[in-house]
């Protein structure tokens, strides 16, 4: 059943909230915002909670107790994130659009997202590493497919 079609992003439940995220750990970037033109830079250093290969929070049940500024994205605050990424399934479903087709939901499997080169697989490094952040701004969590 696409739930994602039927129902609104308020009247999901919280199963089938929690199952629309794909996993690609966009999210878990630092990001900076320029002061003066307020634009948005995404950096390839990752929240040192996410695990770079599986790209998923090691403690996502108690994240906020590690990372107190992880921000929990719900119904209520989606239209205010502005900062997530234009592949992201809450956002897309938010601007009425439908799941890509790399997505989990429709493929079955995380395979295809990493294979598109849509989650953070391979290319992030912990931001605990990081000396520079300026020094780690990137691109590639900008690009969206269909």
Same mark, same amino acid.
């Given at each position: 059943?696409?739930?994602?079609? @039927?129902?609104?992003?308020?009247?999901?439940?919280?199963?089938?909230? /929690?199952?629309?995220?794909?996993?690609?750990?966009?999210?878990?970037?630092?990001?900076?915002?320029? +002061?003066?033109?307020? @634009? #948005?830079?995404?950096?390839?250093?990752?929240?040192? #909670?996410?695990?770079?290969? *599986?790209?998923?929070?090691?403690?996502?049940?108690? %994240?906020? =107790?590690?990372?107190?500024?992880?921000?929990?994205?719900?119904?209520? *605050? =989606?239209? /205010?994130?502005?900062?997530?990424? /234009?592949?992201?399934?809450?956002? %897309?479903? *938010? @601007?009425? %659009?439908?799941?890509?087709?790399?997505?989990?939901?429709?493929?079955?499997?995380?395979?295809?997202?990493?294979?598109?080169?849509?989650?953070?697989?391979?290319?992030?490094?912990?931001?605990?590493?990081? %000396? +520079? =952040? @300026? +020094?780690?701004?990137?691109?590639?969590?900008?690009?969206?497919? +269909?």
């Amino acid at each position: 059943m696409s739930f994602w079609k @039927e129902k609104k992003l308020a009247e999901l439940t919280d199963e089938q909230w /929690e199952s629309l995220c794909d996993g690609c750990g966009k999210c878990c970037l630092n990001k900076l915002i320029d +002061d003066e033109t307020e @634009e #948005l830079y995404y950096t390839n250093a990752a929240c040192q #909670l996410l695990d770079r290969q *599986n790209c998923q929070c090691t403690h996502y049940g108690t %994240r906020f =107790i590690h990372v107190p500024q992880c921000t929990k994205v719900t119904a209520d *605050n =989606i239209s /205010e994130l502005t900062w997530l990424p /234009e592949s992201c399934a809450y956002k %897309r479903l *938010n @601007e009425g %659009r439908d799941l890509p087709s790399w997505h989990p939901l429709i493929t079955g499997s995380d395979d295809a997202m990493h294979a598109a080169g849509m989650s953070v697989q391979g290319k992030v490094v912990c931001e605990s590493s990081v %000396r +520079d =952040i @300026e +020094d780690h701004i990137v691109l590639w969590p900008l690009k969206d497919m +269909d």
